[in-house]
T-cell receptor
Framework: GAVVSQHPSWVICKSGTSVKIECRSLDFQATTMFWYRQFPKQSLMLMATSNEGSKATYEQGVEKDKFLINHASLTLSTLTVTSAHPEDSSFYIC??????????????FGEGSRLTVL | SQELEQSPQSLIVQEGKNLTINCTSSKTLYGLYWYKQKYGEGLIFLMMLQKGGEEKSHEKITAKLDEKKQQSSLHITASQPSHAGIYLCGAGSSNTGKLIFGQGTTLQVKP
């Protein structure tokens, strides 16, 4: 089946530094990818929609300058947490919508990336 | 905005017992997804329902969407320890791929 891969799976960084998380669709092209955030023992919160070749669409309350999203190719979207602080520590998960998958039902999720900011 | 409410929030059952998890939407559902997640890991797709009254099964898991398309249930028959995890319902459109999730139901299955 289709696979979405995230890298790194976990990262620890110092407060004030920036961290980049990659989301790749390994065997399909994805014009649209989504970034979610999950706090411990809570559900997934949609952060933004990443559109290939155009600006990301952010959900209300999500800081665009804090969470930079780039979708430079049909198989890669990146999320950069800029000037990270301890409150940014979380589990970040991406999902990808196959270009030809509309209506088939399945959306594919990455394995997630755990960010810890010291 | 659409909200999803899952119940129960957590569940502990004895191996071999049946169980049901419910997902109620504040608005009509156009696509209802069920995923399973192990804590700290990605999501595993279980099923997707679109039509009122639709029912799908995979192995020992059955999901239903009511006729009014505002409630879905996930039923596990003869539960096993491998069924343990967090079950999430998500609402959205398979055309856009954008999902809003319920708060999740944590399932523990005691051997």
């Amino acid at each position: 089946g289709a696979v979405v891969s995230q890298h790194p799976s976990w990262v620890i960084c110092k407060s004030g530094t920036s961290v980049k998380i990659e989301c790749r669709s390994l065997d399909f092209q994805a014009t649209t990818m989504f970034w979610y955030r999950q706090f411990p023992k809570q559900s997934l919160m949609l952060m933004a929609t990443s559109n290939e070749g155009s600006k990301a669409t952010y959900e209300q309350g999500v800081e665009k300058d804090k969470f930079l999203i780039n979708h430079a190719s049909l198989t890669l979207s990146t999320l950069t947490v800029t000037s990270a602080h301890p409150e940014d520590s979380s589990f970040y998960i991406c999902s990808a919508l196959p270009g030809q998958g509309a209506g088939t039902g399945e959306l594919f999720f990455g394995e997630g990336s755990r960010l810890t900011v010291l | 905005s659409q909200e999803l409410e899952q119940s129960p929030q957590s569940l502990i059952v004895q191996e071999g017992k049946n169980l049901t998890i419910n997902c109620t939407s504040s608005k009509t559902l156009y696509g209802l997804y069920w995923y399973k997640q192990k804590y700290g890991e990605g999501l595993i797709f279980l099923m997707m329902l679109q039509k009122g009254g639709e029912e799908k099964s995979h192995e020992k898991i059955t999901a239903k969407l009511d006729e009014k398309k505002q409630q879905s249930s996930l039923h596990i028959t003869a539960s096993q320890p491998s069924h343990a995890g967090i079950y999430l319902c998500g609402a959205g459109s398979s055309n856009t791929g954008k999902l809003i999730f319920g708060q999740g139901t944590t399932l523990q299955v005691k051997p």
